[in-house]
């Protein structure tokens, strides 16, 4: 057998048993040839997979690793009831976090989840991946096996073999489902030739991410050393298609390229964020809002035309069928749009000068049509607007007012340097002054309300449009971020400094 004790470190597990028959016989798949199992084949089977589970389990509980564990048949494995037993098993632990299993949802759904549920299975952690063969199965028969996955409350997606001459049947899947259930395209290998222009519109029309199927991903074992493969015979690897078994200190892939979901998946791959923690069951999660920084984030840093690229337009808009879209930026409200250019249509407000101001449209890219709008006021009587004019030759600066009411101050520095521009702001008299929260970065020296901030801002947002703590995300790349990155659970540092990245939950490099 094998000792799965001096793997560390592991959040995603893939298991692959010993059977290698299936219950269809589509066409386009090797495993479909393969005759029924005798019933030792199945006991052997069993046996396999019951030793996995109980390794499984002992290595958890002594590692407290949270992770979570796909089974990848070659065939079909969820027919058969042990499965079931052995998920429900490892669903048990309170470290492994999420199980499932690649499945044609052929099965006794209501005998099955018995079964489950009998052994002690939590149905919220069990995720299938549900895969259509129109060769097989009726599109309506199999809209009524995902009915009443929904109706149990399983997390499950869908897809199919982009095989063209299938399309009218997964269009009309496609159609019938439910909008937050994901359908997936698989890029058919056996087409021998490449897909038209008009088939990729086709697919992509129907699974918006099938374009990372059509992309060559370079094999890089070193961008999934958090993921393994278990073979029922004891073979250990990164992935399913990885031709070099692990013995120990050996990381080397063989593979060229990550020619399926199971391998790139498991790359950390940027547009696969929504998909996260565990990309393996290919099932999305998108929050109801999404807060941007600009500079930096939507903008990369490295980015001489200082706009949103083409490509970061075409991922926001993408975004924008599932959440909502808000700039949480340091930048005042006018400049901001203006540098958002073409992309500020798909945002529907969001906290301005680093808190100041924010504002809520009446819909998506309605700037001009306001229906709330929050401002944090520096407040008269605290601000030496004078002795800061007086002041801005002496130490070289410019001086920057934002709104009517003051709510925002910007010292512009010609000297760029982070330890003088702060000691000009002790001399100035603002870092003791309770009344102000002051901002240091790029060369800019930036006064807002002490009740002011891009986490106030959020705050203010969420509390008008009824978004819990976990139903928003946040991008941010600063340090200046920090504090709002700090208060959500879904927080993405992009591009960021090693500070910033300690308290982010998910880092896009």
């Known amino acids: ?4 004790k ?16 299936c219950n269809y016989s589509c066409s386009y798949c090797p495993f479909s040839k393969h005759k029924k199992c005798s019933v030792q084949e199945l006991q052997k089977d069993q046996k396999s997979l019951v030793y996995f589970v109980s390794a499984l389990l002992e290595k958890t509980c002594i590692d407290m690793q949270k992770c979570a564990v796909q089974i990848v048949p070659y065939g079909e494995a969820l027919i058969h009831k042990y499965y079931w037993r052995e998920l429900a098993y490892l669903s048990k632990s309170i470290f492994i976090e999420a199980i499932g299993a690649q499945t044609n949802l052929s099965f006794n759904i209501d005998e099955m989840l018995n079964v489950y549920i009998d052994n002690g299975g939590a149905i919220e952690k ?4 549900c895969s259509f063969h129109p060769q097989m199965v009726t599109t309506d028969v199999f809209l009524s096996q995902c009915k009443k996955l929904s109706e149990y ?3 499950y997606c869908t897809g199919a073999v982009g095989e063209p001459s299938n399309l ?3 269009q009309y899947l496609r159609v019938k489902l439910p909008d937050n259930i994901y359908l997936f395209i698989n890029k058919f290998d056996g087409l021998k030739r490449n897909y038209t222009l008009d088939e990729i519109k086709a697919f992509t029309d129907i699974d918006e991410y099938f374009e990372l199927e059509l992309r060559h991903h370079k094999a890089d074992v070193s961008r999934c050393t958090d993921s393994l493969f278990i073979e029922a015979n004891g073979t250990v690897k990164h992935c399913n298609i990885c031709t070099s078994k692990i013995a120990g200190s050996d990381k080397i892939c063989t593979r060229k390229e990550c020619s399926c979901y199971l391998s790139y998946c498991n790359q950390s791959l940027p547009e696969l964020l929504f998909f996260n923690p565990y990309p393996s069951f290919r099932i999305p999660h998108y929050p109801k809002a999404v807060f941007f920084d600009i500079d930096g984030t939507i903008i990369n840093k490295d980015n001489s035309q200082d706009t949103v690229t083409n490509e970061t337009q075409k991922w926001l808009k993408r975004l924008s069928r599932h959440s909502k879209l808000y700039f949480a930026t340091s930048l005042p409200y006018n400049y901001a749009i203006k540098k958002a250019g073409k992309a500020k249509e798909l945002f529907s407000g969001g906290v301005f000068a680093h808190g100041g101001i924010c504002k809520i449209y009446a819909d998506i890219g309605q700037c001009s049509k306001v229906v709330h709008e929050k401002i944090f006021p520096l407040g008269y009587e605290h601000i030496k607007l004078g002795f800061l004019k007086e002041n801005a030759s002496k130490y070289g600066y410019s001086v920057y007012i934002y709104g009517k009411d003051i709510y925002k101050i910007t010292l512009l520095f010609s000297i760029k340097d982070n330890v003088y ?7 100035l008299g603002l870092l003791d002054n309770s009344n102000f929260n002051i901002i240091i970065e790029s060369g800019c020296l930036q006064i807002i309300s002490a009740f002011a901030g891009k986490k106030e801002g959020i705050v203010y947002i969420c509390d008008k449009m009824g978004y819990k703590a976990d139903e928003i995300a946040v991008f941010g790349n ?11 659970p879904f927080s993405v540092a992009v591009n960021a400094d090693e500070t910033t990245k300690q308290i982010a939950t998910y880092t896009i490099n």
Do not use: T
């Open 1 to 4: 057998m094998y000792n799965l």
């Open 6 to 21: 001096p793997y560390n470190r592991i959040r995603q597990w893939y298991y692959r048993g010993s059977i290698k028959s």
């Open 126 to 129: 069990l995720r299938l991946w």
């Open 153 to 155: 409350g399983i997390k």
């Open 168 to 170: 009218s049947h997964i």
């Open 421 to 427: 521009i702060k000691s000009v702001a002790y001399k």
């Open 478 to 488: 600063s340090v200046s971020d920090i504090p709002m990155l700090s208060e959500y």
